[in-house]
């Protein structure tokens, strides 16, 4: 086979960077996951093994600069912290990058398994290295919306949807050794690709089909109201913070719920505070409902008291009667911004963390309970782990409230991310999840903003809309002008009679099937 040029070479690991980037979310092309390493992987076989370990160290530092970019948000996250932890992420694929290289010399055909258990391998090591544990971005993430692919992740974890992805990027990466290789090999590898994407189809096709038996139903409600905290809040800023919740949350007791859940870090005081604890009181009182609430267990900063804990985060279910029935306080602490790793041990220098000492990790997985049922409520960066999330179910927990402030990520494929890891720890435990998420995301309603205008000046309106669409903001359009909502729109919810029923586009319908829809004489399917 020609020797393939250094230059061509060196852009496949950027290319597949690149195609692996845009797989995941917010991008979220999963297609893409299926061969979005076969030039990496083509490349690793041309050279020796210092070529591999550097072009693996290539596409590891330009993936991780491409998927995890909004990273560079967070207010704590410098610009030399970044690029160190890229050179960090970047080491795993160093390493993938020499034995693979390594071990194709000798595996040959046999590498449509070693592919992916040496890439499983060190999906596993990524999340599960101490303090630079970090289960982000695995390629089976990609696969979140395939429901039926990823079922079998309640045997395998994610890992074993990453390796089907190997598996097919591997054979995919082969075909240009085609004329070389004996038939039979090619069949073999064929059919064991064939083999282990139906099985899993099988399998998730399944667990789909398998519908428990309807037991009680359990009627959880979220509010979101997207206003963030601030260091130093005054009482007047602390009292606008939480009414914003509550006007939501009198919205919210509408529904009949058992349930209402406010993101984490929703409190803009510890719960200790006065002002704090009697408004949220009077909110659990006043809707009759259980209400569960995130923030810090006490004034995380201020000076140590004798018996006096300074948990990071915590959870607390407030009573309708107001009382406190229980606090979770977070076990897994971040790195470098809740915990300073190797306390004792390691002097980081302060660009890496302003943390003199780490706030004090909970000592237990606690469970709420709500009626009959129980639940778990794992904060912001434990969600991300399948053994913590884990641990909740094992305690009894029979459904689970992912509770996350990702207002820092601003509007960036992260929420988008940690988004799709609890669609995996939903399926790997079996267990319904709900999520309340902080995103403090701008957002530009408009309310029949043309209802009044003349021609001249609902051009100009239509105009405005486009141009703030195009920097990147979203809008919500609400209007009867069906003209203008098919010509703005990207999707398109109906009401009729106060309620949502159907979401359509105007690739997928026509303005008449949507105003028939709108009136009822008609069905989203069209029946």
Not at 59 to 73: D, E, I, L, R, V
Not at 264 to 283: K, T
Not at 347 to 370: H, I
Not at 502 to 515: E, I
């Amino acid at each position: 086979m020609k020797r393939v040029p250094l230059a061509v070479l060196a852009s496949l690991p950027l290319l597949s960077a690149v195609l692996t980037t845009l797989s995941l979310p917010s991008s979220s092309l999963g297609f893409l996951a299926w061969i979005a390493l076969v030039p990496l992987l083509f490349a690793l076989r041309q050279r020796g093994l210092l070529a591999g370990a550097l072009l693996g160290w290539l596409f590891g530092y330009a993936f991780g600069a491409g998927s995890f970019y909004w990273m560079n948000q967070i207010p704590d996250l410098n610009a030399a912290r970044f690029a160190l932890l890229l050179t960090a992420f970047s080491f795993y694929y160093l390493v993938f990058g020499f034995l693979y290289a390594l071990a194709s010399r000798s595996l040959g055909s046999w590498m449509i398994v070693g592919a992916p258990v040496l890439w499983v391998a060190l999906e596993y090591a990524r999340g599960s290295l101490s303090f630079l544990a970090s289960p982000w971005n695995f390629m089976a993430h990609s696969q979140h919306q395939a429901l039926a692919m990823i079922q079998i992740a309640d045997l395998t974890g994610a890992y074993g949807v990453s390796f089907i992805l190997l598996m097919a990027n591997q054979l995919v990466s082969q075909l240009p050794e085609l004329r070389a290789a004996r038939r039979w090999q090619w069949r073999a590898q064929g059919a064991a690709l064939g083999l282990a994407i139906a099985g899993t189809l099988v399998y998730g096709g399944y667990k789909l089909a398998d519908v428990p038996a309807a037991g009680r139903v359990l009627r959880v409600t979220l509010v979101q109201a997207n206003v963030t905290v601030r260091s130093k809040m005054s009482a007047k800023e602390q009292m606008a913070h939480l009414a914003a919740y509550g006007r939501l949350t009198r919205q919210a007791e509408e529904q009949k719920p058992d349930l209402i859940v406010w993101p984490s870090s929703s409190l803009p005081g510890p719960i200790d505070f006065w002002i704090v604890r009697l408004y949220v009181n009077h909110v659990a009182n006043r809707a009759g409902i259980p209400l569960l609430v995130g923030g810090a267990g006490g004034d995380k900063f201020a000076p140590p008291r004798e018996g006096y804990l300074p948990f990071s985060n915590s959870e607390f279910l407030i009573s309708p009667m107001g009382k406190l029935e229980g606090q979770y306080n977070k076990v897994h602490l971040t790195p470098f911004s809740e915990q300073v790793p190797l306390q004792g041990l390691v002097s980081w220098p302060r660009w890496m963390t302003t943390l003199e000492k780490s706030f004090v990790p909970g000592d237990g997985y606690t469970l709420f309970n709500v009626g009959q049922a129980s639940f778990g409520a794992p904060i912001c960066w434990e969600n991300v782990f399948p053994d913590v999330f884990r641990r909740f179910v094992l305690g009894g927990a029979n459904f689970m409230v992912s509770v996350t402030n990702e207002s820092v990520f601003g509007a960036t494929a992260g929420p988008y991310q940690t988004l799709a890891m609890n669609a995996f720890r939903a399926v790997e435990n079996r267990v319904a999840v709900a999520r309340a998420a902080t995103w403090a995301s701008r957002l530009v309603i408009m309310d029949e903003p043309t209802a009044a205008l003349g021609v001249k000046e609902t051009a100009q309106v239509l105009d405005l809309i486009r141009r703030v669409r195009d920097r990147g903001l979203p809008v919500i359009l609400i209007s009867h002008d069906m003209p203008h909502v098919f010509e703005l729109a990207d999707r398109i919810h109906i009401m009729r009679l106060g309620r949502r029923v159907a979401v359509v586009t105007p690739k997928s319908h026509t303005m008449s099937q949507a105003v028939a829809i709108m009136t009822g004489a008609m069905t989203e399917n069209g029946a």
